[in-house]
């Protein structure tokens, strides 16, 4: 019979061991990029590219944590429409009208600040890094700051020449979606229900619009009464809600969470709790399945996290461009 000394070291060595394997797994699990995409693709052209990216996410954040939010809604609200692509950057033109006129798009934040990183790396290595890249590091980058996990970025994506309002208001889930249309729009890009509660978990950083609020607090069913609120929303949080955002005004701000500024998993004991900002979030309780999970976001952030870093690398491979494809923009919101 072995000693307890020995029992304890061999315990000790598969403890090690299986963590070795678990890590090695979760490396294997997000580590199949788009081809065309490595996290290593500026290391020659531009190796400053990261460090360029993460040093103006920290102005941001340092001088408005909400940017968080809106850094990682960025990336969504790009790849969820013709792919990561950058192609929520462009601005309208006399014929077309682009993807940030949606209806969806209402609110869009972070345009601005892209654009002055996208200067910054222009100046460093000119003609090299494209907008649909910056998008990526900076959501990686904002929920790092913010308290969140951390996952690698495979870079290598080029800019679209495309953008239409159409697409986005066709392709992104509208904060009234009922649990079936949200698990159906994530299942037209190869994502399960499981994966769209975790990435709903988003909406545990930043502020909003009271446009997408008004309504879960006013004439729920369609019955024209104002009085007629959203029956999952608890009655004094509804209250308090309908005092930041009155019958009408689209334009109030409010903060998405009850800790608004750091990225954890209260989003989801606020859900549970008939909390949830948007009809999207109380509506992910009305399914047994989606309460399910979200019970286990609840209970058990470390596995929010890890869910949540590869849903966003996932996400990270859709449609993107490389090779000769599209092109590399001067500025975000122009093409060349």
Request: glycine share 8%; proline share 4%.
């Amino acid at each position: 019979m072995a000693s307890p000394r020995a029992q304890s070291a061999s315990t000790s060595w598969l403890l090690i061991t299986s963590s070795v394997l678990l890590f090695a797994s979760l490396c294997a699990a997000i580590s199949e990029y788009a081809p065309g995409l490595s996290e290593s693709y500026y290391a020659k052209t531009c190796p400053q590219a990261p460090a360029i990216v993460e040093k103006y996410v920290t102005k941001y954040l340092k001088k408005d944590s909400s940017f968080a939010g809106a850094f990682n809604r960025l990336q969504f609200h790009d790849c969820w429409v013709q792919g990561c692509d950058g192609s929520v950057l462009l601005n309208s033109t006399a014929t077309n009208s682009a993807e940030r006129e949606a209806h969806v798009n209402f609110g869009l934040r972070g345009i601005t600040e892209v654009d002055e990183i996208k200067a910054a790396l222009e100046y460093a290595c000119p003609g090299v890094v494209s907008c649909a890249d910056i998008l990526m590091l900076a959501a990686r980058d904002a929920t790092v700051k913010a308290g969140g996990p951390w996952w690698p970025v495979a870079l290598g994506r080029r800019d679209s020449r495309n953008s239409t309002d159409l697409l986005a208001d066709g392709n992104l889930p509208f904060p009234v979606f009922n649990f079936a249309l949200l698990t159906d729009n994530f299942a037209r890009k190869n994502f399960s229900a499981r994966e769209m509660v975790v990435l709903s978990g988003a909406h545990t950083i930043g502020n909003t619009h009271c446009n997408g609020i008004l309504p879960h607090l006013y004439n729920f069913t369609g019955g024209n009464n104002a009085t007629d609120i959203d029956p999952a929303l608890n009655k004094g949080f509804a209250a308090f809600l309908k005092k930041q955002c009155p019958q009408g005004n689209r334009t109030n701000t409010i903060l998405i969470d009850s800790t608004a500024g750091k990225f954890d998993n209260a989003y989801y004991k606020n859900v549970l709790a008939g909390k949830g900002i948007f009809i999207t979030d109380a509506t992910l309780i009305r399914d047994s399945l989606g309460k399910k999970i979200v019970t286990s976001f609840a209970q058990a952030k470390s596995t929010f996290f890890e869910e949540f870093a590869a849903g966003m690398v996932k996400m990270g491979n859709l449609g993107v461009l490389t090779g000769s494809q599209g092109e590399i923009r001067k500025k975000c919101q122009f093409v060349n």
